[in-house]
């Protein structure tokens, strides 16, 4: 399969250079002059969990082939779409007339209804994914991270369509797991509230890094997200089709709290998810919690611990705290 990976971040990088590894043809589209900035390769240093539970460390170059030009004529069969979900919009407005014969791929956070994120994108012609894996480029330019044996996929309702099926087929060729998710809507709204929690004490510490270990800032996150399930409830989610997503929160804190704690301290591709996550500057976290946080203000729900936490998100201050990890 022609696949094409809409830029040059953590998750367009680690999925490329999977998809490249199982025989696709893999180029990445960056904005006009990124090309000669990124150079000709891609350090990645990662571990990989497709094959060992406890993971392989992949290290090496990757020879990247970027493009600055998306022509409507392109010969792309798949366009994987994974950026910060306020950049979503933007993104699509441009792909709109650039889809060709494509399918592309909403591969990461959605917050609003599905149908209106992906803008003036031919609805027949998406697909909904969600990546399960994570971590930063170095001060080196080094990615480091770790790829998690699973990748989630759904649908808006019904089975999947062929484009649908022949994008997980793709990425069951590269050694992923698809693990389906009926109520892909519901799904993706559990999952955002869950990193508004995490991400509520990352910035607070600088972030996500700070969390690797710490079992009493864990529990707060548990005990914000906890606090956030109203706000699912208010937009009309029903939360007993999602009782594995929200058992995390439903749990006793102080026993969730402390083996989390004991996972990113002690198990390799936990620990490297989060620990690679250093960038004390990063935007996405900080709009996650700003965009959940004015959500529930405007349902008028009750989120006193994210309220808390907004000095440390809030475009006009960020708090004292600047942990790099």
Known sequence: MKILMFGRGVIATTYGWALHQAGHDVECYVRPGRAATYGDAVDPDLIDTRHRVRGK??????????????????????????????????????????????????????????????????????????????????????????LLPSVVFGTLGGPPTDRERAVRRAFREAGFRIKERPDFRGWLWVHFVSDAALFSQGVRLGSLSGL?????????????????????????????????????????????????????????????????HCDPDAEE??????????????????????????PHFAREGRGPAQVRG
């Open 212 to 276: 690797v270990g710490a079992a009493g800032d864990l529990r707060e996150a548990l005990l914000t997200g906890r606090e956030l399930l109203p706000l699912l409830q208010a937009r009309g989610l029903d939360l007993r089709r999602h009782r594995a997503g929200v058992l995390l929160f439903r749990a006793p804190t102080w026993l969730t709290a402390r083996a989390l704690a004991w996972l990113t301290a002690h198990v390799p591709p936990v620990r490297v998810l989060f620990a690679a």
């Open 57 to 146: 460390r992949v290290t090496g170059k990757w020879p990247v082939r970027y493009r600055e030009v998306l022509e409507p004529d392109h010969a792309f069969d798949l366009i994987v779409l994974s950026v910060p979900h306020h950049r979503l919009a933007e993104a699509t407005a441009f792909l709109a007339p650039r889809v060709g014969r494509a399918t592309v791929l909403v591969f990461g956070n959605v917050w609003t209804e599905p149908p209106t994120a992906v803008g003036a994108l031919p609805v027949d012609r998406v697909a909904w994914g969600f990546p399960q894996a994570g971590g930063g480029f170095g001060a080196d330019g080094v990615l480091r991270g770790a």
């Open 285 to 310: 976290p900080r709009e996650v919690c700003r965009d959940t946080l004015a959500e529930a203000r405007r349902l008028g729900v009750p989120v006193p611990r994210l309220e808390a936490a907004e």
